[in-house]
């Protein structure tokens, strides 16, 4: 089968495609005919040996994906040959991750694709999705509370936006220009200019400071100002800074809800509601991996891009 490759730590020009193994579902695992993978930038980390210098390459990179189960291991309940499914891999593993022709996940982090989705579409929810959900659910705020969001335009934070509002909660978004009606549109109920004074511009709107706030744009301590004494904030990253007043720092890792199959469940509903939105910026087939990758560093990518294997 035919998989991307990252054969060793460099820029976007180290990717390659290349043939691997057949993986085979083994207890409690289904294997999935990928049709779509997306492109995050994690994946970029991964490439660059940013994120993982114990874990040295080869390996195939990408934690989320749709397709069609093939194969189905013994004491698999929910899931059979032919279904449409969508499913987060978590690529730290022998076998790697989601960009390849066959990928072998657990049960648990798959589940068929939301009504109305296209595969390249349901690719685009699992990871980002869950990993909007682990943000929320690490902030526990309740319905009414007020959340902040930074880097409201991209793909985890437009998640953070949507869930939150599915939620109960009130909404304030950071957004460029070009950005604010996209935000708005997502559920925001209040748009503020993004930038290094973005916990100003939260205070303006809400003086008292917001209850919890996720950070996708990894603004990390410069947000703190936004946040009210003993308030929250939801880290993607590894947290640069200390705290202060109370705040707590609460860091997110998706991997510890990559077999929550009840969250990505409820993604999919949400998603076949039409309150949470797959959003796709640009198709590549896996030979220009590579181009995708330049175009997610370039920044300004809204959606994701989604490597498609014929
Ligand atoms: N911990 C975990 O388990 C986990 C899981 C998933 C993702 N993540 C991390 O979460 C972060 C967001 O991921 P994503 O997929 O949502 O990325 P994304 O789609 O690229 O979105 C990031 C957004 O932040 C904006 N941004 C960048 N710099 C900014 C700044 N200084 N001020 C305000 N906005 C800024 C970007 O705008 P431009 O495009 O204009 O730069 C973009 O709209 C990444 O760092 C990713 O690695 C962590």
Redesign the pocket.
Known sequence: MKAVIIPQFGGPEVLTVAERPEPSAGPGEVRVRVHAATV???DL?LRSGRRTPDYPPPYIPG?ELAGVVDQVGPGVQTLRVGDEVMAIVVPMRPQGGAQAELVVVPEASAVPIPRGRSLVEAATLP??GL?AR?ALDLLALAPGSTLAV?????????YVIQLAKVAGLKVVA?A?PA?ESLVRELGADWVVP???Q?ATEIRRVIPQGVDGLVD????GAKVLGAVRDGGAVAA??QWEGGTERGIVIH?????EYAQNRAALEELRQLAEQGRLTPRVAQTFPPEAAQEAHRR?AA????G?LVIVFS
């Not at 930074?150 to 437009?158: I, K, P, W």
């Not at 996708?216 to 603004?219: C, N």
């Not at 860091?251 to 991997?255: A, E, L, R």
């Not at 920044?299 to 809204?302: C, F, I, L, N, P």
Request: aromatic share 0%; hydrophobic share 45%.
């Open positions: 995050n930038p994690t980390s934690m990871m980002n990993t682990r930074t880097g409201a335009a991209g793909a985890v934070g437009g950071d460029a950005d993004r930038g290094s973005v996708a744009a990894v603004l993607v990253r860091h997110v890792m998706v991997t997610l920044g300004g990518v809204r994701r």
